[in-house]
């Protein structure tokens, strides 16, 4: 199977759209799974009185929590109409937090896919996730982009060796099943409601006036073990098995196991609000993945965050982290920013 040949059909689909078959409800142990598997310990994920002494009315979810969501709700995008990939490779991605997620929460997710670029002989294609309240508000939204690797690209036996080792209920279809099965469907005409939330309450975050351009943020080594990676993998539903097989990886064209994009980004995440105060006062983060974080099996995985503050506005009482990140020497973040709202 061959991405070139499958492009033209495959940007016919952008636009797709469809609901989750179920409402996820946002649960008090999923939350601290999740916290511990993105080794996040900001008391607002574990402890209600320290998150209520922040005005939540439950635990509050870690900013990247919405990609458990999303990994289930677009399972069946990956294997019905994006198809004719062997794996994929996360390069960006931008979380949007109208409000904090809280434990009982009842969420819808949405997926569509937002589009498919071919650049430099790869295909770029981008998942949009929204997730919606019971009130019909829309509390978060992310926008995934990954590269589409075929077998052609790499090395063919990736194909069966990929088929051998995935989850019992991933089904990808042939490319050829999936054009035939295949019925677009598109998002239903009508506004979206964004929640204010965020907005409205007031963040337990640093101060405005004590902080300037230019402050640095205290840098921040973490550990990563393979045994993390297969932490998070089951945490976040994310079965690629380029991160926990060290032949696929390779197969793969990468160097070794890597660590999950979602990952990182993860830490990246409570690596800011352990120093702001507050993770529900981040209205925006985006990231754009310059490199992998390798995890050998010699327990050597490490990342080094950074960071400083961009920019402030006085008027909104805002300002813009830029985050850094690096393993091995090497950035894995090529750009990362960080929009959050100070007391």
Partial sequence: MTAATDVPAIQERVGHYYKADRVYLVGREKVREYARAVQDYHPAHWDEDAAAALGYSGLVAPLTF???????????????VVVGYDTYVQTEEVFEQHRPIVVGDELL?????????????????TITNTFVDTAGETVHTMHTTVVGVTADEVDPAITAAVQ???????????????????????????????????????????????????????VHHTKLSRGDLVNYAGVAGDANPIHW????????????????????????????????????AVSKYSVRLSAPAVVPADGRGDIEYSGRIKSLDPDTRSGVVI?????????????????????
Avoid: C
């Avoid at 997710?109 to 294609?125: F, H, K, Q």
């Avoid at 007031?202 to 405005?208: A, D, I, N, Q, R």
């Avoid at 999950?260 to 120093?275: I, K």
């Avoid at 690096?326 to 920013?337: L, P």
């Fill in 245 to 280: 097989d060290e032949s696929i990886a390779k197969l793969a064209g990468l160097p070794d196991v890597i660590a999950h994009g979602m990952l990182t980004l993860g830490l990246g995440a409570g690596f800011v609000s352990s120093w702001s105060g507050d993770p529900g």
């Fill in 323 to 343: 985050v850094g990140a690096k393993s091995a020497g090497k950035k894995i973040f090529g750009m990362a920013t960080m929009d959050i709202r100070f007391a």
């Fill in 109 to 125: 997710t949405d997926v569509e896919l937002s589009s498919v670029r071919r650049i430099a002989g790869r295909d770029m294609i």
């Fill in 66 to 80: 919405t990609a458990t969501l999303a990994m289930a709700a677009n399972q069946k995008l990956l294997q019905e």
């Fill in 164 to 218: 051998k080792v995935m989850v019992h209920d991933v089904d990808i279809l042939s490319v050829e099943d999936a054009a035939n099965d295949y019925v677009k469907t598109v998002r239903p005409a009508g506004e979206q409601r964004i929640s204010d939330g965020g907005q409205t309450r007031v963040p337990g975050s640093l101060k405005f006036d004590d902080l300037s351009v230019g402050d640095q943020l205290p």
